[in-house]
């Protein structure tokens, strides 16, 4: 069997891949484009190609006449043609849950960044003012604890629910917005956008990108937060108008923003929150949240599970 991984650099270095080999001829690209894809599609005709962001067309696809299975490294699968997958008998198979934890983890790394001014007494210590202070502390960026404060969550999901109920535990109010209308089986309230956004110190997003939900937090619906709220985004980048949000952030509609994910990735030189320097103000990390080490190995021994599964004949996280 020959294994065709077109663009290893998203899993990481770090990550060993030697268990593929176990599985036949294993060729790995660190990064390919659409048209390099499509000529070491067509030059390799892998029996099974992994991929992550790669676009996976019937182009693509028909390149490849032994191609028997397209193994995603990734929970989302928008990037296949599932319809010309099935209709070609192509398995489609991808991973879900391993980075539940890491994303949850990464989630309050920004929001403790944000809420306590890191960044100001980090740079208040490591640029000598506090060796000339007279005081052996500092108070004038003020912060504050989040027991007693409203955490919203956008989607209700393993990541929601995970971060839900640690905010539970440092003592939040937490609520949530269902973007579908549907109500969860949770302990926490639901609330129609319009009063979500007033009554939330904190709002997280853990939500997927669909009609629902794509530019949901554009600067009309940012306006009716409170002033000193907290946004992060931990979905898709879509989900928040990047250029709405710089605006709100420059006329302090709102206290601060942490993301992991923006419209477009990698982000534009000229997208405008680059023009942000203040990270007091916004922290962002290039769509890291899902990929602690621990995650990371997790995904890929999940593919290499549903590729030992397909060559027994059996059914594991098969899409098509």
């Known amino acids: 069997m020959k294994l065709l991984m077109l663009e290893a650099m998203t899993y990481g270095e770090d990550i060993s891949l030697e268990q593929f080999k176990q599985l036949g001829e294993l060729i790995v690209y660190?990064?390919?484009?659409?048209?390099?894809?499509?000529?070491?599609?067509?030059?390799?005709?892998?029996?099974?190609?992994?991929?992550?962001k790669t676009l996976m067309t019937a182009e693509l696809m028909a390149a490849a006449p032994n191609l028997k299975m397209v193994a995603e490294a990734a929970t989302g699968y928008n990037n296949v043609d599932v319809d010309y997958a099935g209709k070609h008998a192509i398995r489609v198979a991808n991973v879900a849950g391993y980075s539940t934890k890491s994303v949850i983890q990464h989630t309050f790394s920004l929001l403790f960044y944000l809420l306590g001014k890191m960044r100001y007494y980090d740079d208040f210590v490591k640029s000598g003012d506090y060796a000339n202070w007279n005081c052996f502390s500092h108070f004038q960026n003020v912060f504050h604890e989040l027991d007693g404060m409203t955490w919203g969550i956008v989607g209700m999901g393993n990541i929601g629910r995970g971060v839900a109920g640690i905010a539970e535990d440092f003592g939040c109010n937490v609520i949530y917005y269902s973007a579908s209308g549907n109500t969860y089986d949770v302990p926490y309230e639901r609330y129609e956008?319009?009063?979500?956004?007033?009554?939330?110190?904190?709002?997280?997003?853990?939500a997927p990108?669909?009609?629902n939900t794509n530019n949901?937090?554009?600067?009309?619906?940012i306006s009716k937060m409170k002033k000193n709220a907290i946004l992060l985004n931990l979905g898709r980048?879509?989900?928040v108008n990047d250029e709405d949000l710089a605006r709100a952030l420059n006329e302090k509609v709102i206290s601060a923003a942490g993301l992991d994910v923006v419209s477009v990735e990698p982000i534009r030189h000229d997208n405008p929150l680059l023009e942000i320097k203040d990270s007091e103000k916004l922290v962002i990390t290039p769509h890291i949240g899902w990929g602690t080490y621990e995650a990371r190995c997790r995904c890929m021994?999940?593919?290499y599970e549903n590729i030992v599964a397909f060559t027994k004949g059996e059914d594991r996280n098969t899409i098509v």
């Open 30 to 52: 660190s990064y390919s484009d659409a048209d390099e894809a499509y000529e070491r599609m067509k030059e390799h005709n892998p029996d099974v190609v992994i991929i992550n």
């Open 193 to 206: 956008l319009n009063e979500f956004l007033q009554l939330c110190d904190i709002v997280s997003i853990h």
């Open 209 to 211: 990108l669909n009609d």
């Open 216 to 221: 949901l937090f554009d600067y009309e619906n």
């Open 237 to 239: 980048g879509p989900i």
């Open 301 to 303: 021994n999940e593919v």
